[in-house]
């Protein structure tokens, strides 16, 4: 069976200790005992292979067996999505995008955009689980709600914004990522950008993409989006 994988904040692995949370998530929901092990990140690239040695009521003492660092990945997505009116939808896309494979989330603000409570302690919670469930070392950062002429700075190497509008001619995302190693995507809201948000996007040299004959929904566009940058990604390694 393969080891749990845990979270914690650490710099260096001689720092590593469980977490009160950590510690009753591997007693009493793992039942976990004396002897067996478990996998620690720090969603930075470092993972450390750790056997329990001593188990107490509120205490989990541990002893690191093995350490590894991971490189960070060369080819990175970074998403400025709308999140949606529903907040299960969104949760929903930050853990299916975290699973699939996502470096950086911006919460997108437009002229669309619905007003909601961006609760980030609990979206970082469903980003972690995420991480630790499909065995990564990498925690996505979820940046503040950020406006589009905000999102529209940021530096990479390619910008794309999927839109709904068919009196303009669009790419196919998988054509237009090619490859290049550092994208943002922008996923409209509910009712897409504005034409006036589209035209501004142009201008800042952003390449119109097209996800497919179907209207999709802002959080499975999102998702799509990823599946295709890690598949076309994964066809040029």
């Given at each position: 069976?393969?080891?749990?994988?845990?979270?914690?904040?650490y710099?260096d692995?001689?720092?590593?200790q469980l977490s009160?949370?950590s510690?009753?998530h591997?007693?009493?929901?793992?039942?976990?005992?004396?002897?067996?092990?478990?996998?620690?990140?720090n969603g930075?690239?470092?993972l450390?292979?750790?056997?329990?040695?001593?188990?107490?009521?509120?205490?989990?003492?541990?002893e690191v067996?093995?350490?590894?660092?991971?490189?960070a990945?060369?080819?990175?997505?970074?998403?400025?999505?709308a999140?949606?009116?529903n907040?299960?939808?969104?949760?929903?896309?930050?853990?299916?995008?975290?699973e699939v494979?996502?470096?950086?989330?911006?919460?997108?603000?437009?002229?669309?955009?619905?007003k909601?409570?961006?609760k980030?302690?609990?979206?970082?919670?469903?980003?972690v689980?995420?991480?630790?469930?499909?065995?990564?070392?990498?925690?996505?950062?979820?940046?503040e709600?950020?406006?589009?002429?905000?999102?529209?700075?940021?530096?990479?190497?390619?910008r794309?914004?999927?839109h709904?509008?068919?009196?303009?001619?669009?790419?196919?995302?998988?054509?237009?990522?090619?490859?290049?190693?550092?994208?943002?995507?922008?996923?409209?809201?509910?009712?897409?950008?504005?034409?006036?948000e589209?035209?501004?996007?142009?201008?800042?040299?952003c390449?119109?993409?097209?996800?497919?004959?179907?209207?999709?929904?802002?959080e499975?566009?999102g998702?799509?989006?990823?599946?295709?940058?890690?598949?076309?990604?994964?066809?040029?390694?």
């Amino acid at each position: 069976m393969d080891s749990p994988y845990f979270f914690e904040t650490y710099h260096d692995f001689s720092s590593i200790q469980l977490s009160e949370q950590s510690t009753h998530h591997a007693i009493h929901v793992l039942r976990m005992r004396s002897g067996d092990e478990l996998c620690i990140t720090n969603g930075k690239g470092m993972l450390a292979r750790c056997k329990i040695i001593d188990i107490q009521k509120k205490d989990c003492r541990i002893e690191v067996v093995e350490t590894q660092i991971h490189a960070a990945p060369t080819s990175k997505l970074h998403m400025a999505i709308a999140f949606t009116k529903n907040p299960a939808r969104i949760e929903w896309f930050l853990e299916k995008a975290c699973e699939v494979g996502i470096q950086s989330i911006f919460p997108l603000l437009s002229a669309r955009s619905e007003k909601t409570h961006f609760k980030k302690e609990r979206f970082e919670k469903i980003l972690v689980s995420a991480m630790l469930q499909s065995k990564q070392t990498f925690l996505p950062i979820l940046h503040e709600p950020t406006k589009l002429q905000d999102a529209l700075k940021i530096q990479v190497d390619l910008r794309c914004i999927a839109h709904c509008e068919t009196t303009q001619e669009r790419m196919v995302l998988s054509d237009c990522i090619g490859n290049q190693k550092e994208i943002l995507i922008l996923i409209g809201p509910e009712g897409d950008f504005t034409s006036e948000e589209i035209h501004l996007c142009l201008q800042q040299n952003c390449k119109p993409v097209t996800l497919g004959n179907t209207r999709l929904r802002t959080e499975t566009a999102g998702l799509f989006a990823c599946c295709v940058f890690n598949a076309q990604i994964q066809h040029h390694v």
